[in-house]
């Protein structure tokens, strides 16, 4: 029996690099969110194509004007992204999300490469995500005390 792949997860990694400002960090996360959902919702590979095509279709959109310090910090987040992307290729790790191991392995379970913390994760999903529709449609605060904003995550 073969040892998985080891792991990697961006947002960890992006909370735990100590070469940003915790205002920088959660620049980063914003947009790094942002582009996530958009590689995820079109299903591109990570990558500088899935980079681009973002840039291109959501950041210099004609219907809005971007700030210079906008730019300059969504720019240096997908290349942070990117360095991270290669990072992981050269370690050989894994760096897909849950949502497309599911879909790699299209519902095989552990059969597909889904180990049990995997399956954990899953049974939990729907519990997690209907606390958050519940907070959101109250109103109320976030573990920050933020209100719970109406974006999708992983």
């Known amino acids: 029996m073969s040892a998985s792949k080891t792991r990697w997860c961006w947002r960890k990694d992006l909370a735990e690099f100590r070469g940003l400002s915790e205002r920088e960090r959660t620049g980063f996360l914003l947009v790094l969110e942002w582009f996530e959902n958009f590689r995820l919702r079109h299903e591109m590979e990570a990558g500088r194509d899935a980079a ?13 004007k971007r700030e210079s310090w906008q730019l300059d910090q969504w ?9 991270w992307l290669k990072a992981c290729a ?4 894994d760096h897909r999300s849950l949502a497309e191991r599911l879909r790699a392995g ?6 597909a490469g889904l180990g049990a913390a995997d399956e954990a994760v899953l049974r939990g999903l729907g519990r997690a ?3 958050v529709r519940r907070r959101r449609a109250r109103g ?14 992983e």
Do not use: M
């Open 52 to 64: 681009k095509a973002f840039w291109r279709a959501e950041v210099q959109r004609d219907d809005r």
């Open 75 to 83: 720019s240096d987040a997908i290349q942070w992204y990117l360095a």
């Open 90 to 93: 050269e370690a050989g790790a």
């Open 106 to 111: 299209a519902f095989g379970g552990v059969a």
């Open 129 to 131: 995500v209907c606390r």
């Open 140 to 153: 109320d605060a976030g573990r920050n005390g933020v209100a719970v904003p109406g974006v999708g995550g």
